[in-house]
């Protein structure tokens, strides 16, 4: 299983991007789809994430800008990261995390992208 992200870049403050991930591979469920960030000198950290039922939960920090959605046809196993009104404070690599089961025989077990950088200018 493989996971890519796309949609970062630069981007002056108050702009937008979205983020995409898309995974590949054999997956029989995606149990949870989330999306991290790490800035330098930071610990990675968690951004937001959407369950298997649809929940949602977002970090304090991009509450009210940030949206985690997934394509409403589950079969695409891709989600995204709409983020608005974005501040130099969200400059970071962007992760894309996914709990996932592609064995029957195994428990799910979590998977991550490469990362892309999104870089916020004042």
């Known amino acids: 299983v493989h996971l890519v992200e796309s949609g970062g870049g630069l981007v002056q403050a108050g702009g937008s991007l979205r983020l995409s991930c898309a995974a590949s591979?054999?997956?029989?469920?995606?149990?949870?789809m989330a999306w991290y960030r790490q800035a330098p000198g930071n610990q990675r950290e968690l951004v937001s994430v959407?369950?298997?039922?649809?929940?949602?939960?977002?970090a304090d920090p991009v509450k009210g800008r940030f949206t985690i959605a997934r394509d409403s046809d589950n079969s695409q196993n891709m989600w995204y990261l709409q983020m608005n009104s974005l501040t130099p404070e969200d400059t970071a690599v962007y992760y894309c995390?996914?709990?996932?089961?592609?064995?029957?025989?195994?428990?799910?077990?979590?998977?991550w992208g490469q990362g892309t950088q999104v870089t916020v200018s004042s």
């Open positions: 995390y996914a709990i996932i089961r592609n064995r029957y025989t195994v428990p799910p077990t979590d998977h």
């Open positions: 591979g054999f997956i029989l469920r995606i149990n949870e």
């Open positions: 959407i369950r298997g039922d649809g929940t949602t939960n977002y």
